[in-house]
């Protein structure tokens, strides 16, 4: 089964320095038809202008992965961390029993984030932070796992959750197959570009959640770079 979401039809807020939209229900935004995809339960689309963010502000118990898609943003935290994480890379924020972080775009262009938050499958953890690179030409063709909480991805920044987010970057007619299993969800977003998945066309910025399926397989029908979800 897949649903496609159309980009127009996400809820979105105007804030001047925040241009906002909603995959799921958040904040003024409210749609019970669209509360979560399993243990996921945010996919925030941002675009955050230059010299501009989020000031220090807590959360607790939440997975929240950060895909940096333009520009950079720059985290800090009241753990003591701080990082830069640049177009292309992620970060991780195990929230755990509660931190306080802020995240600004301190460069000269508007910076464009995908933020995603997923349920942990257990709390009370301490709370951590991690980022890193990946370059693209190392998914090029092919999902690689960017964050995850599932046995066997080891290169990928951990999650504590039964999840798994992963990126790929695709020529136009390029093919690759998803093993999701029975009981999972996927949600699927393209940061650029436009792909097919059994007859459902997802543009840039489109989300498709799936179900249902032991697998799937995506056809790029532009040079695309996308966004993964499996959780379960």
Do not use: C
Request: proline fraction near 6%.
């Amino acid at each position: 089964m897949i649903e496609l979401r159309p980009f127009a039809t996400l809820g979105a807020a105007d804030h001047g320095w925040l241009g906002a939209h909603h995959h799921f229900s958040f904040a003024s935004y409210h749609d019970p038809k669209r509360m979560n995809w399993g243990p996921l339960r945010v996919w925030n689309d941002d675009t955050i202008a230059p010299q501009s963010g989020f000031p220090m502000h807590p959360h607790n118990d939440m997975e929240i992965i950060t895909y940096v898609r333009k520009g950079a943003i720059t985290h800090k935290d009241s753990l003591g961390n701080q990082g830069r994480t640049g177009a292309g890379d992620v970060q991780v924020m195990s929230a755990g029993t509660g931190i306080r972080h802020s995240e600004f775009n301190l460069e000269q262009e508007a910076t464009q984030i995908f933020q995603i938050w997923i349920l942990p499958t257990s709390q009370g953890a301490p709370p951590s932070w991690g980022a890193r690179p990946f370059p693209k030409g190392a998914r090029s063709g092919a999902f690689v796992a960017l964050a995850s909480g599932m046995a066997g991805d080891d290169d990928a920044l951990p999650i504590r959750a039964n999840a798994r987010v992963s990126g790929a970057t695709l020529k136009a007619g390029d093919r690759v197959s998803y093993a999701l299993g029975s009981g999972r969800f996927a949600y699927l977003v393209p940061a650029t570009g436009a792909v097919e998945i059994d007859g459902t066309t997802i543009k840039a910025r489109d989300g498709a959640a799936i179900r249902d399926t032991e697998n799937f397989t995506v056809t790029a029908l532009e040079d695309s770079e996308i966004v993964l979800v499996d959780a379960g």
